[in-house]
């Protein structure tokens, strides 16, 4: 009955989960909620006693269960539609849900230690202070091509190069509703297996190596780009450069901090033990905000693309690339310490992630 009343449920209302981020009113309440209409439905129904365990019935793809409510011959109807597809993509909701979450906390965190860090320095003018040059700064990358083979040595492809590719580029850069796609660029490295994003959702650009495009697929190409697209979508680069912006700003402040307490006769030991981790924990907070991006990326992909596997074999043969070595085992393992300063998830973690949310 508890679970009823927490839903706003009385006698014969249904509260659905279910239409893309809409809102569904039933007794004065309202739900903000993922895109599967009917996939979840939960109804108070009459009802005959129920015992005090669940009772379930299964009906080709729906998996019924009724439970009891406390109420006088009332139960508590819920009615799960199995389909993998529309479970997947409630998944894939939940997930990138989770992941904002933790990427709020990562900013969250690196604010605070700088706060403490500027308090610490100057009270609560160092604060002010540590907050302001923890701003972002200005973004000089203007991406044209004069920019881009000037600094990175990168030309403009056009789509008459590579029809087949622009023409998925396009594909997947509707499907993340983004105003324009990406321009691409192509960088002659043929020792290189790479690919990055720069820029927004309003400009923005994708650069492939050499080394990539002849060494992946069709398939696993437009994979590539699916993730990098989500980063553009997602405006990563704005987060990551503040992020950056922040973590400069912890070290510094601290080092000021350090120095102003130096001269005192008695100096708290704990105090400056904390002040001489905070740069190191900035950056344990900044690597996990890049992680969680990663994967928030990699889950993003799977909705711009037809072939979620092509993503999964192309992260595949990255990391055989780049640690010229077979391709890596899924159930290999990785000592916790040292996934805290990787900047992005172990690559057979990232594989398990998309097999888990493709299917």
């Given amino acids: 009955m508890v679970c009823a009343r927490l839903l706003g449920l009385t006698r014969g209302s249904v509260f659905h989960f279910g239409h893309p981020y809409a809102e569904r009113r039933h007794n004065g309440w309202t739900r903000a909620v993922p895109a599967i209409d009917g996939l979840v439905t939960l109804a108070v129904v009459p009802g005959r006693t129920l015992p005090a365990s669940p009772r379930y019935a299964t009906c080709g793809a729906m998996v019924a269960v009724e439970l009891a409510t406390g109420g006088s011959n009332l139960s508590l109807s819920v009615r799960i539609c199995g389909r993998a597809r529309e479970a997947s993509q409630v998944q894939r909701y939940l997930h990138r849900e989770l992941n904002g979450r933790h990427s709020g906390l990562a900013i969250a965190g690196m604010l605070l230690l700088l706060a403490v860090c500027g308090w610490i320095a100057d009270g609560e003018d160092g604060v002010r202070k540590a907050i302001a040059f923890g701003g972002l700064r200005p973004d000089?990358?203007?991406?044209?091509?004069?920019?881009?083979?000037?600094?990175?040595?990168?030309?403009?492809?056009?789509?008459?190069?590579?029809?087949?590719?622009f023409a998925r580029l396009h594909d997947i850069s509707r499907r993340a509703h983004l105003p324009r796609p990406p321009d691409l660029y192509y960088l002659p490295a043929p020792g290189s297996m790479n690919a990055y994003a720069l820029g927004g959702p309003r400009r923005s650009a994708i650069v492939l190596t050499d080394g990539l495009l002849r060494r992946m697929s069709e398939d696993e190409v437009a994979g590539i780009l699916a993730h990098e697209v989500a980063h553009i979508s997602n405006n990563d680069r704005f987060a990551m450069d503040w992020a950056t912006s922040l973590q400069r700003a912890v070290a510094i402040t601290a080092l000021a901090a350090l120095a102003a307490t130096r001269g005192e006769m008695v100096v708290n030991t704990a105090l400056a033990a904390f002040l001489r981790s905070a740069p190191?924990?900035?950056?344990?907070?900044?690597?996990?905000?890049?992680?969680?991006?990663?994967?928030?990326?990699?889950?993003?992909?799977?909705?711009?693309?037809?072939?979620?596997?092509?993503?999964?074999?192309?992260?595949?043969?990255?990391?055989?690339?780049?640690?010229?070595?077979?391709?890596?085992?899924?159930?290999?393992?990785?000592?916790?310490?040292?996934?805290?300063?990787?900047?992005?998830?172990?690559?057979?973690?990232?594989?398990?992630?998309?097999?888990?949310?493709?299917?």
């Fill in 280 to 359: 190191s924990i900035g950056q344990l907070l900044y690597l996990a905000l890049s992680r969680s991006r990663e994967l928030d990326a990699d889950a993003r992909a799977l909705d711009l693309i037809d072939h979620p596997q092509a993503l999964a074999t192309a992260l595949n043969k990255l990391e055989a690339f780049h640690a010229s070595a077979q391709p890596i085992q899924l159930q290999a393992v990785e000592d916790s310490a040292t996934r805290l300063w990787r900047s992005h998830p172990a690559t057979w973690e990232r594989i398990g992630l998309l097999a888990q949310l493709a299917y």
């Fill in 140 to 165: 000089d990358l203007t991406i044209s091509p004069d920019v881009m083979a000037r600094r990175f040595g990168a030309s403009l492809l056009r789509p008459s190069n590579l029809p087949d590719l």
